[in-house]
């Protein structure tokens, strides 16, 4: 997923006349430009994790804003509507995100279970597949 994807998936939506979906896109399509920018600056090239991990930031911004207007109460529920489906949109580009099965898995069948050699496993092999707050409590808890 780069870029060009989302601008295509962009005109669809607004093919369908799907206001939330074109805010959500975007929003995304915003961030990914400025990241892109930024990883040049550095000589880098943006890698499909980092528009994972740009997803998954943006999706926690967008709950923690419907969470603001949830409090504010019965004025807002148009607004809170909207925000649930651009949630909806960009889950829709998500991987499945590992179960705390499987990252239990995972974890066992490592050497070293130390919580440092464990994190830097996941963020180097799982990074946008499973969430790091998991990973750290499933760590915990053996």
Same mark, same amino acid.
């Given at each position: ?11 669809? /939506?607004? !093919? ?9 896109? =975007? &929003?995304?399509? =915003? ?10 600056? $550095? ?7 980092? &528009? ?16 603001? +207007?949830?409090?504010?109460?019965? #004025? +807002?529920?148009? /607004?809170?509507?909207?925000?649930? #489906?651009?949630? /909806?949109?960009? !889950?829709? +580009? ?8 499987? *990252? /239990?898995? %995972? *974890? ?14 996941? $963020?180097? =092999? +799982?990074?946008? !597949?499973?969430?790091?707050?998991? %990973? #750290? ?6």
């Amino acid at each position: 997923m780069d870029i060009d994807f989302f601008k295509k998936e962009k005109v669809v /939506k607004m !093919k369908e006349k799907d206001k939330d979906a074109v805010s959500a896109l =975007n &929003v995304i399509i =915003n961030k990914i430009m400025l990241a892109s920018i930024e990883k040049r600056a $550095k000589g880098e090239t943006l890698v499909e994790s980092d &528009v994972l991990s740009l997803l998954q930031k943006t999706e926690k911004e967008l709950i923690e804003e419907k969470s603001g +207007y949830e409090k504010a109460g019965a #004025n +807002y529920l148009d /607004k809170v509507e909207s925000l649930d #489906n651009q949630i /909806k949109t960009i !889950k829709s +580009y998500l991987p499945q995100l590992m179960t705390q099965e499987e *990252i /239990k898995a %995972v *974890i066992l069948s490592l050497e070293d279970r130390s919580v440092p050699a464990v994190m830097k496993h996941f $963020k180097t =092999n +799982y990074a946008g !597949k499973c969430d790091m707050k998991t %990973v #750290n409590e499933t760590l915990r808890q053996l």
